[in-house]
């Protein structure tokens, strides 16, 4: 693997969100696009949406220090493979765990969301050994 390889899992990255918000929209009928927040307030029963919501929102929330730990790790000199590596196994969880959240099976989205993060956390560890 290379490091385009690990380029293209941050332009992965960079889209969930808009998978699973899309998931939210098409949930239910009668969404309102003039206003999507007061809509999706009113989905209150329907969890269906509210999980799809919740993806889109962590996905947002993981996007930023996975695509740091890339180019940081990048910057630093760590192998490309490496970096590809981890980067290709951050978005296979990050699917996993918007699928899991769909699906309403809380531990093995939890158990994907530490995983992923595990592999930001190598990221940004392997690019402050690399300087130190």
């Given at each position: 693997m290379t490091l385009?390889?690990?380029y293209w899992?941050?332009?992965?990255?960079a889209l969930l969100p808009y998978v699973w918000v899309a998931f939210a929209k098409t949930g239910a009928p009668g969404y309102n696009n003039r206003n999507p927040r007061a809509w999706l307030g009113k989905q209150e029963g329907n969890y269906r949406v509210q999980r799809a919501n919740a993806a889109h929102l962590n996905a947002f929330e993981a996007f930023a220090p996975f695509?740091?730990?890339v180019?940081?790790?990048?910057l630093a000199g760590v192998d490309p493979g490496r970096i590809a590596l981890l980067a290709v196994a951050f978005v296979v969880l990050r699917i996993a765990h918007g699928v899991c959240y769909l699906a309403d099976l809380p531990?093995?989205?939890s158990?994907?969301?530490i995983t992923g993060y595990a592999c930001v956390l190598g990221l940004l560890?392997?690019?402050a050994l690399s300087v130190a």
């Open positions: 385009a390889t690990a899992c941050v332009l992965i990255a695509a740091a730990g180019v940081m790790a990048q531990r093995w989205r158990l994907a969301w560890g392997l690019a």
